[in-house]
């Protein structure tokens, strides 16, 4: 990768996109703002990308930004050295305007823009766009029937869902996602490879009442940092999402379930090649539920609890690669490796991760263990847990 200067560097939050090239394309749009965002997002997955600005995308943001955003000269116009052909892994068209569009789908390659994604369809290499436009010009240029016929003709082509405003009576306007969302769809496809990944994670509940409930407190904080590293990495992931502050920016699908019963029905109705099990499912459950609100008056009430069913007994996945998470307090090392050791075979893993609730993200808080011949691995923050996953999955 190149070195750039200080002040244009950027912190690298992942290696997805290491050692790929991309041209990034910025077409005439009030959305082209949010384009510096985007190229700087692809830089922290490790992209080296050079921007491309059309003459309606100049109205709204300048080369210099693009400049500075991408670290390499931004192109808007034909040179001697070939700018108009597309030679690297991929383009991405973010904002794609209508008018944009159009042009491709005319084959209308008036200028360097538009001649280098027609290189890149052409010579079948991937090509991403972003849709945003207002909703009325979605009608006018009939933008979903040229994109269909784009992507009938161009299986290299990708769309990138625009999110629709649900704010406004335009509830067909297409604007932009955020510059995080782009680069990490862009990175599940260039990674893509056939492989699929259940992540569980966030604190289930039991339900004494419609309004009352015992869980365990999970913010889903490192859950969703690994959901998203495995999808940029190339993995299919179902995300079951239980009770969570934070939640998966990018996904293959997503399903919410509170309790374990919802959780349990939700494994029945996935299929996934390797599986995470994050979730920090309760222990016990009410032994019934009540329909209506209990009765505040009573000084005190006895609450008959019944242990639960042990769900990652239902986990199963299909290549036998199932990691789980445990929490405990350890201080010696051998404390450690006898955990470790029993909870692999008590349920069926092929690595357990156990953290000590006693510290802070260290090199000492977690360990990886894959069988009881081997030495513990520390891991030392949550980037270093999603690389060692997807080692785990990919070997």
Same mark, same amino acid.
């Given at each position: 990768?190149?070195t750039?200067?200080? $002040?244009?560097?950027v912190?690298?939050?992942?290696?997805? =996109?290491?050692g790929?090239e991309?041209d990034?394309?910025?077409?005439g749009?009030?959305?082209?703002?949010?384009?510096?965002?985007?190229?700087?997002?692809?830089?922290r =997955?490790?992209?080296?990308?050079?921007? *491309?600005?059309?003459?309606g995308?100049s109205?709204?943001?300048?080369?210099?930004?693009?400049?500075w955003?991408?670290a390499?000269a931004?192109?808007?116009?034909?040179t001697?050295?070939?700018?108009?052909?597309?030679f690297? $892994?991929?383009?991405?068209v973010? &904002?794609?305007?209508?008018?944009?569009i159009t042009?491709?789908?005319q084959?209308?390659?008036s200028?360097?823009?538009?001649?280098?994604?027609?290189?890149?369809?052409? $010579?079948?290499?991937?090509?991403?766009i972003? &849709?945003?436009?207002h909703?009325?010009?979605?009608?006018?240029?009939?933008?979903?029937?040229?994109?269909a016929?784009? #992507?009938?003709?161009h299986?290299s =082509?990708?769309?990138?869902?625009?999110?629709?405003?649900?704010?406004?009576?335009d509830?067909?306007?297409?604007?932009f996602?955020?510059?995080?969302?782009?680069?990490?769809?862009v990175?599940?496809?260039?990674r893509?490879?056939?492989?699929?990944?259940?992540?569980?994670?966030?604190g289930t509940?039991?339900y004494?009442d419609?309004?009352?409930?015992?869980?365990?407190?999970?913010?889903?904080?490192t859950?969703?940092?690994?959901a998203?590293e495995?999808?940029? #990495?190339?993995?299919?992931?179902?995300a079951l999402v239980?009770?969570?502050?934070h939640l998966p920016?990018?996904?293959?699908k997503?399903v919410?379930?509170e309790?374990?019963?919802?959780m349990k029905?939700?494994?029945?109705?996935v299929?996934?090649?390797?599986?995470v099990?994050?979730?920090a499912?309760? $222990?016990?459950?009410?032994?019934s539920?009540?329909?209506?609100?209990?009765?505040?008056?009573?000084?005190s009430?006895?609450l008959?609890?019944?242990?639960?069913?042990? =769900?990652?007994?239902f986990?199963? &996945?299909?290549?036998?690669?199932?990691?789980?998470f445990?929490?405990?307090?350890?201080q010696?090392?051998?404390?450690?490796?006898?955990?470790?050791?029993?909870?692999?075979?008590? *349920?069926?893993l092929?690595?357990?991760i156990?953290?000590?609730?006693?510290?802070?993200w260290s090199?000492?808080?977690?360990?990886?263990?894959?069988?009881?011949?081997?030495? &513990?691995l520390?891991?030392a923050d949550n980037?270093?847990l999603a690389?060692?996953?997807?080692?785990?999955?990919?070997?």
């Amino acid at each position: 990768m190149k070195t750039v200067p200080s $002040d244009l560097a950027v912190e690298s939050i992942s290696d997805a =996109l290491e050692g790929f090239e991309v041209d990034f394309v910025v077409s005439g749009s009030i959305a082209a703002v949010e384009s510096v965002k985007t190229l700087r997002a692809l830089r922290r =997955l490790g992209c080296e990308v050079t921007p *491309y600005l059309t003459q309606g995308g100049s109205q709204f943001v300048t080369a210099l930004a693009l400049a500075w955003a991408s670290a390499a000269a931004t192109q808007t116009e034909f040179t001697g050295g070939a700018s108009h052909l597309g030679f690297k $892994d991929a383009c991405v068209v973010a &904002p794609a305007s209508a008018g944009f569009i159009t042009k491709l789908a005319q084959n209308n390659a008036s200028g360097v823009c538009e001649t280098l994604v027609t290189s890149y369809l052409g $010579d079948g290499r991937p090509v991403f766009i972003l &849709p945003t436009m207002h909703g009325s010009l979605v009608q006018g240029y009939e933008v979903q029937k040229q994109l269909a016929d784009l #992507q009938k003709k161009h299986p290299s =082509l990708h769309l990138i869902d625009a999110r629709s405003d649900e704010v406004s009576i335009d509830a067909q306007k297409k604007k932009f996602p955020s510059s995080t969302a782009i680069a990490n769809f862009v990175a599940h496809n260039l990674r893509k490879n056939n492989q699929s990944v259940m992540i569980n994670m966030g604190g289930t509940c039991s339900y004494l009442d419609p309004v009352r409930f015992i869980g365990n407190i999970s913010t889903g904080k490192t859950g969703s940092l690994v959901a998203e590293e495995l999808y940029r #990495q190339g993995f299919s992931t179902t995300a079951l999402v239980a009770r969570a502050q934070h939640l998966p920016e990018s996904y293959s699908k997503m399903v919410r379930c509170e309790t374990n019963q919802s959780m349990k029905e939700a494994l029945a109705k996935v299929e996934y090649d390797h599986a995470v099990c994050m979730a920090a499912v309760v $222990d016990y459950e009410f032994s019934s539920t009540q329909e209506t609100k209990k009765k505040s008056s009573a000084e005190s009430i006895t609450l008959n609890l019944q242990k639960s069913e042990r =769900l990652l007994d239902f986990v199963r &996945p299909k290549s036998g690669k199932k990691v789980a998470f445990k929490l405990e307090n350890f201080q010696m090392p051998a404390e450690k490796k006898q955990l470790l050791t029993e909870y692999i075979s008590k *349920y069926q893993l092929s690595s357990i991760i156990l953290n000590n609730a006693s510290m802070e993200w260290s090199e000492a808080r977690a360990y990886a263990l894959e069988n009881a011949a081997a030495e &513990p691995l520390p891991i030392a923050d949550n980037r270093g847990l999603a690389e060692y996953l997807r080692e785990h999955f990919l070997c």
